[in-house]
């Protein structure tokens, strides 16, 4: 029997079951949405004034820290939306009804492959809500067209990454506590980079981790794509990251999948 | 096992399976032929669920060959996965969709036509009665609605061949009667069910044959009635209505009988025949007993002579009986 005469429309079917689940169960949006835009607020109205004046140089800080914080919070947020993926996976896992997915002769990469997409999908709507409070706090980007299209790209793509690695998490935890501790480190990896203040302010040791980890070549990238700052070769940088991550999270996952986790 | 002319919708030979260096599965084989009921029975940790999980091809067995309605299990997995239908002991179904939407999600990942398959849904929410809830989300279901629509989503694409692993555990009595009705239903139509269970009351309810899993070895295989007859007989229960009454069946009886004080009882080893009764009544008071009970070799006679324990469930057994 070949089940891959199947593949799109049992990749369609499980798709449809997973976008129900999460408009019907939308509290890990509101995480994944949540924290980013906590502190986007907190460092904007808290920080703010401070941190912008030191950061940007402007006599009125706080204004032009919004856009020099935005790049990484966005960012951020496919890293708390890889902790929603790990999480919603480890539960599913957990609940008899993959092992039944398993016993019936469907195409197995579509329960991967439909949960990529919607993961995918759930992020870039989360950071689309985080561009808009950032738009009404005062974010004005400075991006062509070709601009807008090239930074919704680098977002798909690390989301897409950090999703797979999301999933790994979710698929290779035993419980559902080391599912969602795992991809904790993400979530800070923004501020251990250039996503709040320069690299350059950092002493030594801790500067060469910020500027050598994936997150701070994504958030400069991003940075120049949507404020026009000087990208180099953090563009290269940042999608060999992306892709290497991915590929990553993809080969992890594959294993994760194949071993029995039912009781 | 006896033979059989029908063709065999399961055939296993020498499954082997160990989780580290703990052996699971010692060997098994077996031949269960299509349209039949086969009970796998066994205390808890005996290996059960991992012959279901081995079977339903969700665990790839260390060694042994299965062959599944025509498919060889290693060879062609999904060509087993088209013919079986699994219930597991844990409810499989999406408890954020709805129960229709849950058997509709079967009728697709089935791969039914849209128009069967919505016939399809409609049949088994009647047969299940499920009707009132059909369209509520399932996580506001209680404990033995979900397990009723998991077994009609295991239904949904018709299968052949079903597992059911423990299907009545947490139901209560009626509910489990239902689930029987079911079965044999299935059975009448020409499918096979390979059941595993606790409860020894259900295989001798159901089984046409049936096998007893202790420490991933089949110590026992065959019909119910052949299993009961491998137990040394049964006893005569006799009740009175005072002490002295009991006392002068015990002088009557001599040696042979046990006599319980508490309830006033006593037991006397028979063959359960009306001649035996007879004679025990004979040599009696007969005016001085309360009831009189036969008690027969019961498949939980069977599993205490074969493991050397009582059935885990032997108590509850017994109360659901009531």
Not at chain 1, 19 to 43: C, D, E, W
Not at chain 2, 104 to 109: G, I, N, P, Q
């Given at each position: ?12 079917t ?5 976008f ?58 496919a890293?708390?939306?890889?902790l ?7 539960v ?11 016993t019936m002769?469907i ?6 492959i ?14 689309a809500?985080v ?46 506590d ?23 302010s ?12 994936p997150?701070t ?5 991003l ?26 999270g ?14 | ?20 260096d703990?052996?699971?599965?010692n060997?098994?084989?077996?031949d ?6 086969f ?10 669920t991992?012959?279901v ?5 969700l665990?790839?067995?260390?060694a ?36 229709v939407e849950?058997?509709?999600l ?15 849904c ?13 369209r ?10 979900r397990?009723r ?8 694409g018709?299968?052949?061949i ?10 209560d ?8 009705q ?30 007893v ?21 049964g006893?005569?229960s006799?009740?009175?209505?005072t ?20 309830d ?6 028979s ?39 009582p ?9 659901d009986?009531?």
């Amino acid at each position: 029997m070949n089940t891959a005469s199947h593949a799109v429309s049992d990749t369609f079917t499980m798709l449809r079951r997973n976008f129900k689940n999460q408009l019907r169960y939308p509290t890990s949006v509101i995480a994944i949405v949540g924290i980013p835009v906590l502190f986007l607020l907190l460092f904007v109205y808290v920080f703010g004034g401070a941190l912008g004046t030191a950061v940007t140089g402007a006599p009125a800080g706080r204004p032009e820290y919004v856009n020099y914080i935005l790049p990484g919070l966005i960012i951020m947020t496919a890293a708390t939306g890889s902790l929603g993926a790990a999480t919603s996976t480890s539960v599913d896992m957990t609940e008899g009804i993959i092992a039944r997915f398993k016993t019936m002769a469907i195409f197995r990469p579509s329960i991967l492959i439909a949960r990529v997409i919607s993961y995918v999908t759930q992020t870039l709507a989360s950071m689309a809500l985080v561009l808009g409070v950032a738009l009404l706090m005062g974010f004005s980007p400075d991006a062509s067209f070709v601009d807008w299209i090239a930074a919704v790209g680098l977002l798909a793509l690390a989301s897409f990454a950090l999703t797979w690695l999301g999933i790994a998490f979710g698929l290779a935890a035993k419980t559902l506590d080391t599912a969602s501790n795992l991809p904790f480190p993400l979530i800070l990896l923004p501020f251990v980079g250039s996503g709040v203040v320069p690299t350059e302010s950092m002493p030594a040791g801790l500067r060469q981790f910020a500027e050598n980890q994936p997150f701070t070549p994504i958030i400069e990238t991003l940075r120049g794509l949507l404020l026009g700052t000087h990208i180099g070769h953090s563009g290269i940088l940042a999608i060999s990251w992306c892709v290497g991550i991915a590929v990553v999270g993809f080969c992890w996952a594959l294993k994760a999948f194949a071993r029995d986790r039912t009781r | 096992m006896t033979i059989n002319k029908t063709p065999l919708a399961i055939k296993v030979t020498g499954l082997r399976k160990s989780h580290g260096d703990q052996v699971v599965l010692n060997g098994i084989d077996l031949d269960i032929p299509e349209g039949s009921v086969f009970s796998l029975l066994g205390p808890n940790g005996a290996g059960k669920t991992t012959a279901v999980k081995i079977l339903s091809t969700l665990t790839t067995p260390d060694a042994g060959t299965v062959t599944i309605n025509g498919h060889d299990l290693a060879g062609d997995p999904d060509g087993v996965r088209a013919s079986i239908g699994v219930t597991g002991q844990f409810s499989a179904v999406d408890i954020l969709l709805t129960g229709v939407e849950n058997l509709r999600l079967m009728v697709d990942l089935g791969h039914l036509d849209r128009r069967v398959g919505r016939q399809r849904c409609a049949e088994l929410i009647d047969q299940f009665d499920l009707g009132e809830v059909a369209r509520k989300p399932v996580v506001t279901y209680s404990g033995g609605t979900r397990r009723r629509l998991d077994l009609a989503m295991t239904l949904v694409g018709a299968p052949r061949i079903i597992f059911l692993d423990e299907p009545t555990t947490g139901l209560d009595p009626r509910a489990r009667r239902t689930t029987w009705q079911v079965i044999r239903d299935l059975v009448a139509d020409g499918v096979t069910i390979f059941l595993t269970t606790q409860y020894l009351e259900e295989a001798d309810q159901l089984a046409d044959q049936l096998a007893v899993l202790d420490h991933g070895r089949l110590i026992a295989e065959g019909t119910p009635e052949e299993l009961k007859g491998r137990v040394p007989g049964g006893s005569i229960s006799l009740n009175f209505a005072t002490a002295t009454a009991l006392n002068d069946a015990v002088r009557a009886l001599g040696g042979q009988s046990i006599r319980n004080d508490d309830d006033l009882s006593l037991q006397i080893p028979s063959d359960g025949s009306a001649l035996a009764v007879q004679g025990v009544l004979n040599r009696l008071d007969i005016g001085s007993i309360r009831n009189l009970s036969l008690h027969t070799p019961d498949l939980d006679d069977v599993f205490l002579a074969l493991t050397g324990k009582p059935s885990t469930n032997e108590k509850k057994d017994q109360e659901d009986q009531q």
